[in-house]
């Protein structure tokens, strides 16, 4: 039953590797940008992700040089969400 799976996965690769070789030159840019734009939406879900992690922490409460260091670190998470994912 593995081997099937395993052979009906290597004949898909085989598959989309000679698709790919068929695209235009502009299908692999739209490819590639598409990918990009992935990537981008992934780097500022985990800034975003980051930054609710930090509210909670500050909103818990905390010790003061510990909130100093929070509320920098949730200072340059903010920077970085509006220079990189606006």
């Known amino acids: 039953m593995a081997c099937t799976a395993l052979l009906a996965l290597s004949i898909f690769a085989l598959g989309n590797e000679a698709s790919s070789a068929s695209l235009t030159q502009a299908q ?4 590639e940008q ?7 939406q992934k780097k500022c879900a985990r800034y ?3 930054l609710d992690r930090i509210n ?6 905390y010790r003061e040089p ?12 903010e920077s970085q969400l509006f220079r990189e994912c606006r």
């Open 28 to 31: 692999r840019a739209a490819r």
């Open 56 to 61: 909670r922490k500050l909103d818990a409460g």
């Open 66 to 77: 510990r909130g100093n260091e929070l509320r920098q670190q949730r200072r340059e998470l």
């Open 34 to 40: 598409e990918r990009a734009h992935q990537r981008q």
């Open 48 to 50: 975003q992700a980051r």
